[in-house]
C-alpha cells in the first residue's frame, strides 16, 4: 500500500514558480511510474507529467502545453517525486495530483495510488 502526500501549491501572478512535491509516506516511490494530473474547475482531471519507475533509467513525458516549463523529477533518497512549475499562466491553475502506478499513461484507470492534490492558483 502506498500513501502519497502532495504540497508545494499556492497562488501567484503568471509568469511566477512553484514547486510541488509528491511524498510517499508509505511505500518506495522509486518501484512505480508517478505521474501529475491537472483538474481544473468543473473539468476533467487530466495527465500534465509522468516519470517512470527507476527500472527504465526514469524516463519523463509532458503535455505539449507545459512542455519547456515544468520539471517532473524524483529524489529516491526522501521518497519523493516533484513538479518544478515556471513561468505559469492562468490556465494552469487547478488541483493538482500525484498519482502512482505501473508505468506512466495518460490514463486515470491506469493509476493505483492518488494524493488528496494540492490548489495551484495563477492569477493575470
Known amino acids: 500500500q502506498v500513501q502519497l502526500v502532495e504540497s508545494g501549491g499556492g497562488s501567484v501572478q503568471a509568469g511566477g514558480s512553484l514547486r510541488l512535491s509528491c511524498l510517499a509516506s508509505?511505500?518506495?516511490?522509486?518501484?512505480?511510474?508517478v505521474a501529475w494530473f491537472r483538474q481544473a474547475p468543473g473539468t476533467e482531471r487530466k495527465f500534465v507529467s509522468g516519470i517512470t519507475r527507476m527500472l527504465y533509467s526514469s524516463f519523463t513525458r509532458y503535455v505539449d502545453s507545459v512542455e519547456g516549463r515544468f520539471t517532473i523529477s524524483r529524489d529516491n533518497t526522501k521518497n519523493t517525486v516533484y513538479l518544478e512549475m515556471k513561468n505559469l499562466k492562468p490556465e494552469d491553475t487547478g488541483v493538482y495530483y500525484c498519482?502512482?502506478?505501473?508505468?506512466?499513461?495518460?490514463?486515470?484507470?491506469?493509476?493505483?495510488?492518488w494524493g488528496q492534490g494540492t490548489q495551484v492558483t495563477v492569477s493575470s
Open positions: 508509505r511505500g518506495t516511490l522509486s518501484a512505480f511510474g
Open positions: 498519482a502512482a502506478g505501473a508505468d506512466i499513461s495518460s490514463y486515470i484507470k491506469d493509476y493505483l495510488y
